[in-house]
């Protein structure tokens, strides 16, 4: 589910264009650069409730403008954890029109090092992507998921406790505020894509009246009081993707029986689950997470999916078996992640939050939500530090981006702020910013210019 690239950018604009960086950043070279990005250290608390105590670096990169600068554009991966520095050296076309007003200043997010490619101060630790844990069955299956997760978890956080336990998304986000500071203390617009757009909901709630604009771009509702009725969204909008893709095969005349085949096939596979592999077999949750991913890839992808469907039902899912990676649907789930996620609090939880997503969305349930992100949580040796919250008011207008599903998530974030305006695209994908010319046009206006474009912009 959050497989793609996660992106974030933040825009010290026009009304700080004349504003002098800190003397504390200092700007060099980056090691080993061949397009001309300085590097600089910046020293924040470790634990930003002791602003006195243990410090880390950010390490800083930035392209300055080509044209004459009015401002500062801060751009980061998200991931969470992706190195800012190398991927903005790698993706540096994307920022051509941007950079014609803006300096680029990027960071490498803390926690996230040598391993991530990243050069801030690291967690010593090695994440790895895990197959998404079956439901517990009862509670002796709840607290033995919940053991393995937190053995797992406590390799990493006794290399660094204090730093495993202020990594989310609010930190990243003070983080931020420290950098918008070090860059002169303009108010800071902000460009979020995927799981970045949850550092720039903690912004708004952090820092309401730094903020000048804002964009959200193919990102997660955090910022909402019910989080239970967010993950029924997010179950209705995987609905909607199967729904596509069985109206196509109505309409298409070659697979009309598949939408049946598919319900009959993970209600099946609930009770007994379909041989894939060598020693792998799909229940029905693992099926409907590969159908929504494969559906979400939009029509190319769809004669594939029925193919697979017709064969699982025949009780061989071998064509469900991705060609690379874990067998198994995986999670990104981790260190900022399960500070920012609610967790299940007992099995009885699981099991009543599974049953009114299904009662939700019948065809997809609860597979690829955080119904199911979560249960890597469960057990785990941090507190949720970040739980999603309500935006304050007082926000400027904000804009928002997204393709299929996602475009709904942000707008379910941008109803609270009056003015604002989502972008989105009747198709597949993944954030707008680097993949449509249309939209980056109109993020960058309202980036520098602060024009929103029309309510209901389709690109």
Known sequence: MFKPLLLALALIGPTGAHAQPSPALAWSPCPGDKIGMECADLQVPVDWRKPDGRRLTLKLGRLKATGTSEGSALISYGGPGGPGIGLTQSLSSWWTKLRERMDLVTWDTRGYGRQFGGLSTGLDCTWTRLPIQRFPRDDADFGRLSDTNRGAAETCRHNDPELFANMSSADHARDMEAIRKALGGAKLNYYGASYAGLYGQAYARLFPGQVRTMVLDGTLNHSTADWDGEMAAMAHDNEQHLRRFFTWCAASGDCRDVPA??????????????????????????????????????EPGWPALAKAIRQAHTGDAAAFVPERGARYPDQSTGVTEC?????????????????????????????????????????????VSNPPAPLPKGLPPLLGAGAWGESEAVSRILAQVPGSVTIAHDGPGHTLYGASACARDHINRYLTDRRLPPGNTRC
């Not at 596979?269 to 799909?282: E, G, K, L, Q």
């Not at 693992?286 to 939009?298: E, H, M, N, T």
């Not at 967790?343 to 690829?368: F, I, K």
């Open 261 to 298: 085949k598919f319900r009959s096939l993970v209600k099946r596979a609930d009770r007994t689950p379909v041989p894939a592999a060598p020693n792998v077999a799909y229940t029905g949750r693992d099926l409907r997470s590969f159908a929504i991913g494969r559906a979400r890839q939009g």
């Open 339 to 383: 500070t920012d996620w609610p967790r299940p609090a007992s099995r009885a939880q699981v099991d009543d939050t599974v049953t009114r997503l299904r009662r939700a969305a019948p065809t997809a349930g609860a597979a690829n939500t955080l119904a199911t992100g979560s249960l890597a949580c469960i057990g785990w040796p941090a507190p």
